[in-house]
Nanobody, 127 residues
């Protein structure tokens, strides 16, 4: 079970922090991915983290501006996406997703590799 929060309206150059609260599965054995989707476009991967080994990946479009991390929110395992220097083109619905990630696995980057999804949270960046 994944629940996103933290979306909203922000001006260009501003920051937001998204949260993805995870429950109901062995969190340490999973990879968590953040994706985003604009209506009429494909859902694209933004950032990914393997909880087992801490491996992290960022899409080129967000590298240097977004940071993925994990922690606990209200005693629930949570993955955060800190988004700085936001641009209007970052406007989208942001989804977190989870998939099993075991020893020796390659960090998954594509939508089809993730089985569990949250409901999404809207991020709007005004110019």
């Amino acid at each position: 079970h994944l629940v996103e929060s933290g979306g909203g309206l922000v001006q260009a150059g501003g920051s937001l922090r998204l949260s993805c609260e995870a429950s109901g599965f062995a969190f340490d054995d999973y990879a968590i991915g953040w994706f985003r989707q604009v209506p009429g476009q494909e859902r694209e991967g933004v950032s990914f983290m393997g909880n087992l080994d801490g491996r992290i990946y960022y899409a080129d479009s967000v590298k240097g501006r977004f940071t993925i991390s994990r922690g606990k929110l209200k005693n629930t395992e949570t993955v955060y996406l800190q988004m700085n220097s936001l641009k209007p083109e970052d406007t989208a619905v942001y989804y977190c997703a989870a998939t099993y990630y075991g020893v020796g696995y390659s960090l998954p980057f594509t939508r089809g590799q993730y089985e569990h999804w949250g409901q999404g949270t809207q991020v709007t960046v005004s110019s």
